[in-house]
């Protein structure tokens, strides 16, 4: 277990390497109770502010969206004293207000993936109800718009993700659908890692990035023009990253641990190796 207490975690793409002034100190190669997380977690520091981070598909990436090992990843980072969890997505758009290369700071999430994802820690003897009904951080969230706000990037706080299973994006019907369910943004990561960061008692927030209207719009985009636009918002993304590190890093806050009061079964009848992971998960 790491000595950095209310330590800060980014799980996104390979972007954050790229990052002016980022000091990489060490890889942490972990296997937890659920597996391996998407690659060694990078513990680096910029401006003054260590952070923890995973490339969610992988260094090369290689994992589709319903690969990942969200619980390994989310576990890892808890293990080592992550409190917070800064994520990164690139997402369509279902509003015509929220146009490409725009950051949505979302606060809802939809799940519309099909059931194959492991999005609890608990069962196989332990039963836990957490509650969702706010999964993301209201606090960090804001640390998020106003890093935004000084770096001069477009975003918008506040709206819903819904999340689907890919690999394939939306038919036209599908989107259309989507959009009708008065949702901002669709992606395919987001859940169930939001969830499992709650599960963990973790504040949790996401940097949704736009690349392009999803299906609804009948708006052609080429492929290259989408490649401009997800450069653009990598570049936007990691000036964002760089101020919310150093403000988080200033000014952290308390976390509430809604999990701690979520588990139902008595301590007595805990295995030992479910005490063994509930001791990180309630930390």
């Not at 994992?63 to 989310?74: D, G, K």
């Not at 706010?134 to 606090?139: D, F, L, Q, R």
């Not at 770096?151 to 394939?168: A, D, F, L, N, W």
């Not at 450069?231 to 200033?250: C, D, M, P, R, Y």
């Amino acid at each position: 277990m790491s000595d950095q207490k209310s330590g800060i975690g980014i799980i996104g793409g390979s972007g954050v390497y790229n990052i002016e002034g980022v000091e990489l100190i060490k890889e942490h190669a972990l296997e937890t109770p659920f597996g391996r997380p998407s690659s060694p977690v990078i513990e680096a520091e910029l401006g003054g502010g260590r952070f923890f981070f995973i490339p969610r598909h992988g260094m090369g990436h290689t994992l589709l969206p319903s690969e990942v090992n969200y619980r390994a990843n989310i576990f890892a980072l808890k293990s080592l004293g992550v409190e917070y969890i800064i994520s990164v997505s690139a997402v369509g758009s279902l509003r015509e207000e929220l146009p490409p290369t725009t950051f949505v700071l979302v606060d809802q999430f939809v799940d519309w993936t099909k059931g194959s994802r492991q999005r609890s820690f608990f069962g196989d003897g332990i039963v836990a109800h957490v509650s969702n009904a706010n999964p993301v951080n209201k606090t960090l969230q804001e640390v998020l718009s106003t890093s935004c706000a000084e770096s001069g990037v477009r975003h918008s706080k506040g709206g819903t993700y819904i999340c689907i299973e890919g690999p394939q994006f939306s038919t036209r019907a599908e989107s259309s659908l989507y959009k009708g369910m008065d949702a901002s943004v669709i992606g395919m990561t987001n859940v169930p890692e939001a969830f499992l960061a709650k599960e963990a008692g973790m504040a949790y927030a996401t940097i949704a990035m736009v690349t392009d209207f999803d299906a609804w719009k009948d708006e052609h985009c080429t492929i290259d023009e989408i490649l401009k636009v997800m450069s653009e918002n990598n570049k936007n993304a990691q000036g964002v990253l760089k101020i919310a590190l150093s403000n988080l890093s200033k000014n952290k806050f308390p976390v509430e641990k809604e999990n701690r009061i979520g588990v139902m079964t008595p301590e007595e009848n805990w295995s030992d190796s479910k005490k063994e992971i509930l001791s990180v998960l309630l930390a």
